[in-house]
Nanobody, 122 residues
Framework: VQLQASGGGLVQAGGSLRLSCATS????????VGWFRQAPGKEREFVGA????????YSSDSVKGRSTISRANAKNTVFLQMKTLKSEDTAVYYC????????????????WGQGTLVTVSS
């Protein structure tokens, strides 16, 4: 499967945005999909994930309550919706895929897409 994140841009603090992860190749329904981000000078952070069936999701403490991860398997797309954005949300956001049952752990992801830059202005 190939993944491509999009939807980033410049957003004011307090605003919201929705990132998309479009997939091609094998159906996205075959994979659990996670979202990661990497801010300048910082390590990559596991933001959250959604299981293959959409029954379960995981969100990190840094975005819990401000993010929603969903998927539209028929469109081979996964979404990351974020609200009440803060300057510390500024980062390149990546989506990734795994078939591991440990999909709620960042280390489980082994198929990566190109990222999209989100800049939150204060």
């Amino acid at each position: 499967v190939q993944l491509q994140a999009s939807g980033g841009g410049l957003v004011q603090a307090g605003g919201s945005l929705r990132l998309s992860c479009a997939t091609s190749g094998r159906p996205v329904s075959s994979y659990h999909v996670g979202w990661f981000r990497q801010a300048p000078g910082k390590e990559r952070e596991f933001v959250g994930a959604v299981s293959r069936s959409s029954v379960s999701t995981y969100s990190s403490d840094s975005v819990k309550g401000r993010s929603t991860i969903s998927r539209a398997n028929a469109k081979n797309t996964v979404f990351l919706q974020m609200k009440t954005l803060k300057s510390e949300d500024t980062a390149v956001y990546y989506c990734a895929a795994t078939v591991s049952t440990l999909w709620y752990q960042g280390e489980a992801y082994n198929v990566w897409g190109q990222g999209t830059l989100v800049t939150v202005s204060s």
